[in-house]
């Protein structure tokens, strides 16, 4: 890339409203997308040089590649994705030359050395799986893909916003996509650019190993994916740019960013952000009366109201919130027959399914006097109150 390339795509990372999601919520996923950005980057100044394979260690470009790999996988399993790419890379460029790749293997060793301690729960992590994971077809798997496209640009507030306006968006972005994509497959088949087949490997290699993993146990991709963001963004800048008409790949480039400067609007318009259930517990809070109990499904979402409940002078006794499954509510609700109560039905979660039946099933025996829908990130909440 040239420099003004370069510039386009600091650009074009720093307006990522995925990015900016990610960046401020305080998980491992900035550190894991640093961590396998600096992978990456060591792993282009260390196949810039041929090396002695007695001799790696010398290299403090192998030292550090090492350093940043094992210390990413030791962050998140999604790194094994971004080091099967670059491990792919290294066999391909060096094919001709086993000595160059039995150099890259001494430098693995030592990552495997460093990670010992942790494969026996990596084995155990692996085997348990996670139950409430659902299964999926190839189709759903394929409309996750086109979701992921759509959070990547514009965040995961898009709930506040028309609709029609979202979906005419993806169709772009796809569209973008295509268009980029098909300039970068044209170019490397006409020159040996080794950088840029790196890029696009760290792009499809984690993006397909993701939708196999998905087909078995369905997962978020703007979550898991989000270490993308910055190779996305190479790709997209790069691809258009090798297009005849500069013009209009500055034109399209140009709509891109207006479409994620829209997605950061959105997320910054909004205070009501992903589980934040300050309205929800306000209005519980406003309307609690001596005696009323509040059930939460799934229970762990429960966490919200206990952290509410510190934070803020709020009247709700720690006795009013019970926190079970959806049968052991029922078991509670049949014992402890309160006058009033309250059921709070998150959507945030895999199988939903049951919801609509499980109030229906309380209307038989109870009179539901309350309901409020409240949209939330990356679906919405339900709040009822039965008497």
């Not at 282009?44 to 290299?59: A, E, G, M, S």
């Not at 696009?200 to 703007?222: D, M, T």
């Not at 306000?282 to 009323?292: E, L, P, S």
Request: hydrophobic share 45%.
């Amino acid at each position: 890339m040239d420099p003004m390339q370069s510039f386009l795509v600091i650009i074009l990372y720093s307006v990522s409203p995925l990015n900016l999601y990610y960046s401020q919520e305080v998980r491992m996923s900035a550190m894991n997308l640093f961590l396998n950005i600096g992978s990456v980057y060591f792993l282009f100044k260390l196949c810039d040089t041929k090396h002695d394979y007695h001799r790696i260690f010398k290299d403090s470009f192998s030292i550090l590649y090492m350093v940043f790999t094992t210390a990413a996988i030791y962050t998140h399993y999604f790194s094994f994705f971004i080091l099967a790419a670059e491990v792919i890379y290294i066999i391909s460029v060096n094919r001709k030359e086993v000595k160059q790749i039995i150099s890259y293997l001494y430098i693995y060793v030592g990552m495997l050395l460093i990670y010992l301690i942790w494969i026996p729960e990596l084995i155990s992590h692996m085997t348990r799986g996670q139950s409430w994971r659902t299964t999926q077809s190839l189709i759903q798997v394929m409309i996750e893909y086109v979701y992921f496209a759509r959070d990547l640009n514009l965040g995961l507030y898009y709930y506040y916003t028309d609709y029609d306006m979202v979906r005419y968006v993806t169709y772009f972005i796809g569209f973008m996509l295509i268009v980029a994509l098909t300039g970068i497959v044209i170019n490397k088949l006409k020159s040996n650019n080794n950088s840029i087949f790196l890029i696009l490997l760290v792009f499809f290699v984690p993006l397909i190993l993701a939708g196999i993993i998905s087909i078995r146990q369905k997962i978020e991709f703007y979550r898991y994916l989000s270490i993308l963001v910055p190779y996305i963004s190479m790709i997209v800048v790069y691809g258009l740019f090798k297009w005849k008409y500069k013009a209009i790949s500055y034109v399209l480039l140009a709509a891109y960013m207006g479409i994620n400067i829209y997605g950061m609007n959105i997320h910054y318009s909004f205070n009501f952000k992903n589980d934040d259930y300050r309205e929800l517990i306000g209005q519980i809070d406003r309307d609690y009366k001596d005696g009323d109990k509040i059930y939460v499904e799934p229970h762990y979402y429960g966490w919200a109201i206990d952290y509410y409940k510190k934070q803020e002078s709020l009247q709700i006794p720690k006795t009013a919130f019970v926190r079970y499954g959806w049968n052991e509510i029922l078991d509670s609700l049949s014992i402890q027959k309160p006058q009033r109560f309250w059921i709070v039905l998150d959507y945030g979660v895999t199988d939903t399914t049951q919801y609509h039946s499980y109030i229906n099933d309380l209307t038989l025996k109870y009179k539901l006097d309350y309901k409020m829908t409240y949209y939330l990130a990356p679906e919405k909440v339900e709040l009822y109150r039965f008497k």
